[in-house]
DNA sequence: CCCGACACCTGAGCA
DNA sequence: CTGCTCAGGTGTCGG
């Protein structure tokens, strides 16, 4: 009952429409031509998308948060949440995004009052995964030229982003060497198409402080080892 | 704009009020005749107030973990969430507390379902450091005995709490010998009087890692100088 | 019972 | 010093 807004929301949302992410909410809706005529396969086509932006992602982006920080800026020159009039504003709205594959993502975006941050939530840790995204990977937002403003969106590694370099450093109880190897929250090795199973790695995470030593920026401690 | 509703939240909180807390929310507010009747002054006078009860606070309750934890008896007793149909109780409610310099803290009082116990979340961590709060010292809370219910809170330095036993090794640039010695975000050595303001925390942080230092379980790098 | 989604919160760092 | 941003956290709830 707390919470009981579950779906509706989405479905309200997604027939509302309007200029914040394009109209149709499963793709093929018909009425965004030009983004159609792509070509459906995983071609970059670059013509008729202008890029937004780009984050180059943090540990946290890609960790256990399921969010992902969208850059003050950025976001509200791109993608406005009309804070006015709009009651639905403050709950978020669902942004669809196409992927080079032409597999359509939908996230959930808003604003978190307590931060005064705009972010990603709902179905971002799924593109993680399935991106198998890492710190320091870039994450590229576009538009649409055509009328329709079809959103995209796009990731590639860091160069030099070390997938596993000395970091494959067994901390918990590992019993042998299967598999699937589940580090940092990721499904690292796996099989495709074996998705959330995951070996039962049950030992608390310790995994993020590892993780985030690759990529901080901050020195901290380093180097008084 | 953007942040217009920051405030608002805690605003109507205020102004639900009632008993709880009194109506002011940034203090000389003007109405609560009573409690500004005690003399503005930092003198400790207690005739119009009654103690509710006294902590003494533990290393976690000063900690990094920005929470008091209120034993339960005394939450129930003297600081009741109206779980029943008050909707806000869940989401637990904003406390104004004066302290003996008349500086009203606010913190949001809430019950935790997962240790199901009473806290004190936001704000708290800010009276720590104000107050240079340590593990052994003692926090009291007091109601006025007027009909405004006004809550004041009051903390004192635990006997024998060696506020630096050993622990003024230079590990800074000690430049010399001084009078009052700023370590860890507290005075140490510091003349007596210097209550709330005092050199406050002004040198921008490092210092907090310092002062986790004394208290942190896990080594981190310790030792490495 | 765990995990994802969510709405909070805080402090470091920086402008 | 002040204020803002945002990375890195928290507890809660529902599935």
Redesign the pocket.
């Known amino acids: 009952?707390?919470?009981k807004h579950?779906y509706e929301e989405e479905l309200r949302q997604s027939k509302r429409g309007g200029a914040c992410g394009g109209k149709r909410h499963r793709r093929g809706n018909g009425d965004n031509i030009d983004a159609s005529s792509f070509g459906s396969e995983g071609a970059c086509d670059l013509r008729a998308r202008e890029q937004l932006f780009e984050k180059t992602v943090?540990?946290?982006?890609v960790?256990?948060?399921?969010?992902l920080?969208i850059?003050?800026?950025h976001?509200e020159k791109h993608f406005p949440i009309q804070g006015n009039g709009c009651a639905a504003a403050a709950?978020?709205v669902l942004l669809n995004f196409e992927d080079v594959g032409g597999k359509v993502w939908r996230f959930?975006y808003?604003y978190?009052?307590?931060?005064?941050?705009y972010v990603l939530?709902?179905?971002?840790?799924?593109f993680v995964k399935e991106k198998s995204l890492r710190?320091g990977d870039a994450v590229r937002f576009y538009r649409s030229a055509g009328p329709d403003g079809q959103l995209y969106i796009d990731c590639k590694a860091r160069m030099n982003n070390k997938r596993n370099n000395g970091l494959l450093i067994p901390v918990g109880p590992v019993v042998e060497p299967v598999q699937i190897v589940r580090l940092f929250?990721v499904n690292l090795l796996k099989l495709p198409g074996s998705d959330?199973v995951g070996g039962g790695c049950?030992g608390k995470r310790k995994e993020?402080?590892l993780f985030?030593l690759e990529?901080?920026k901050?020195p901290k401690i380093i180097g008084a080892l």
Do not use: F, H, I, Y
């Open positions: 009952m707390l919470r579950t943090t540990p946290s982006d960790g256990k948060l399921n969010r920080v850059p003050k800026q976001a709950k978020g959930r808003s978190w009052n307590s931060s005064q941050s939530t709902k179905g971002w840790s799924r710190a929250g959330g049950n993020m402080e985030a990529c901080s901050k």
